[in-house]
């Protein structure tokens, strides 16, 4: 079965510190993966997705992700993190179903 | 665009009562999910429909959890009877294709609390 593992459950970074999270997966193949961000009360919203083409994909909010292969990774990053990204963000990827697995999440805590 | 639409957002309700949790997709979506969320088992995948057909039910916890997609723009989520393990917030998503790649677009949730 596939598998998402973030191995971070919670990240404190000061304001204006950089952020790199964590995720690995477990589907052999190339997979679709994702990242998606879910504010405290609300549905989880994209952040962005890899499928193909550039492994350094940008999404909103001035994050972005590095697939690497060889290290069935997808990490998170963010130059300069804000108080208003304090969240819960979720990995996930979709491989061999077209359903996709989640991670357990890591929830980021932003230190003014 | 009104996102997916969500009812009741909180329900509380006493063991052994009837509980029904609603769900509008994004109008020309195919392919919608329910999830449950709680803290012990993270975000679970309970059933996911493609063109208002059930695909994928093996997350539906037992018996007493049922779903319905009746048409395109609604889907309903009942449990009967509750129990208090049942407390968690559910979530509905909708994506425009059944497609691996494609984005899954959440509901702001139903947080379910069992008595």
């Known amino acids: 079965a596939q598998s998402v593992t973030q191995p971070d459950i919670h990240i404190t970074v000061s304001e204006g510190a950089s952020l790199e999270l964590r995720c690995n997966y477990s589907?052999?193949?190339?997979?679709?993966l994702f990242w998606y961000v879910q504010s405290p009360g609300q549905g989880l919203q994209l952040l962005l997705k890899?499928?193909?083409?550039?492994?350094l994909v940008q999404g909103i909010k001035g994050f972005e992700a590095e697939f690497k292969r060889s290290q069935s990774s997808f990490n998170l990053r963010k130059p300069s993190v804000h108080w208003s990204d304090a969240a819960e963000y979720f990995c996930?990827?979709?491989?061999?179903?077209?359903?996709?697995?989640f991670g357990r999440g890591t929830s980021l805590i932003v230190h003014p | 665009d009104a996102g997916v639409i969500q009812s009741p957002r909180h329900e509380v309700t006493e063991m052994g009562q009837e509980v029904t949790l609603r769900c509008k997709p994004i109008?020309?979506?195919?392919?919608l999910f329910w999830y449950r969320q709680t803290m012990m088992r993270g975000l679970e995948l309970l059933i996911y429909?493609?063109?208002?057909?059930?695909?994928?039910d093996s997350g539906m916890p037992e018996d007493r959890f049922s779903a319905k997609m009746p048409n395109a723009s609604f889907s309903t989520l009942k449990i009967q009877p509750s129990e208090p393990r049942d407390s968690a917030v559910y979530f509905c998503?909708?994506?425009?294709?059944?497609?691996?790649?494609?984005?899954?677009?959440f509901g702001p949730g139903t947080r379910l609390t069992v008595l």
């Open positions: 998503a909708s994506s425009r294709t059944s497609g691996g790649a494609d984005t899954q677009y």
């Open positions: 109008s020309g979506h195919n392919s």
């Open positions: 589907y052999g193949a190339t997979p679709y």
């Open positions: 429909f493609n063109n208002n057909v059930p695909i994928d």
């Open positions: 996930a990827e979709s491989g061999g179903s077209y359903i996709p697995t």
């Open positions: 890899y499928f193909s083409g550039d492994t």
